[in-house]
């Protein structure tokens, strides 16, 4: 398999694509491509974009291409075990898929004005109303899900799995816009930011060179 992915500093989708291929336990060959510059425009137009809208991540699976973080989830579920990514309560499970559903198709105003910048930490920012909303809403549901689910793990599930994958990326916002946490919450985030893929991840970040300036202005 071939994972395609954008800076790892900026590109939260891909993380998540990325996650998504390490949970599974399968080998996979890792292909970065800056965003937005010239070496994005010559991908987009090449091969290894297939017939996805030219976003990443991309994961080729022999001549089958799957786009977008939530497929690739889906598919290497599909190839492996599903219990690997979801849990194996019923209950638990409903509630797992509701909130990746949510994560996946919501939060724009969180999206919008938090945009993933690991190598940053902002110094003061105005949060707006909605995007108020957006962190008290997920607050909600990471304290329902560890409440109900979370007894065996330090994960929203308990384990790690399909959930901790789509929440990850907004841990590591939280972080750079110095989002005070409740304890629950902190305790949560700290679990994520610890866990060994998400310190490789976060180490690989650091050690890029390219910059997006109209990303790192509104972490300043």
């Known amino acids: 398999m071939k994972l395609i992915v954008g800076n790892k500093n900026y590109s939260s989708w891909s993380l998540r694509g990325w996650l998504a291929c ?6 996979f060959d ?16 090449g091969d290894d974009f297939g017939p996805s809208p030219g976003t990443v991540p991309i994961l080729w699976d022999g001549e089958t ?22 849990p194996k ?3 638990a499970r ?23 910048n690991i190598k940053m930490r902002a110094s003061s920012i105005t949060i707006s109303e909605e995007t108020q909303a957006d962190i008290m809403r997920i607050l909600t549901l990471w304290a329902e899900a560890r409440a109900r689910f979370g007894k065996q ?8 799995g399909a959930a901790d994958i789509v929440f990850a990326p907004v841990v590591t916002r939280l972080q750079t816009y ?3 946490l409740p304890g629950f919450a902190a305790a949560y985030s700290e679990a994520i930011l610890e866990h060994d893929w998400m310190q490789q991840w976060c180490r690989d970040a650091q050690a890029e ?12």
């Open 209 to 220: 060179s390219w910059t997006l300036d109209h990303y790192d202005e509104m972490a300043n």
């Open 22 to 27: 390490k949970q599974s336990g399968l080998h």
């Open 94 to 116: 409903g509630m797992a898929r509701s909130m990746v559903c949510e994560m996946h198709s919501g939060f724009t105003a969180l999206r919008g004005e938090m945009p993933m």
């Open 30 to 45: 890792e292909i970065t491509v800056p965003l937005y510059g010239e070496e994005w425009d010559k991908a987009k137009s």
């Open 178 to 180: 110095g989002v005070t």
């Open 153 to 160: 793990g330090p994960f929203l599930f308990g384990t790690f």
């Open 65 to 86: 291409v799957i786009w977008d973080s939530l497929a690739i989830m889906d598919w290497l579920a599909d190839k492996t075990h599903r219990d690997r990514f979801w």
């Open 89 to 91: 309560d019923e209950t």
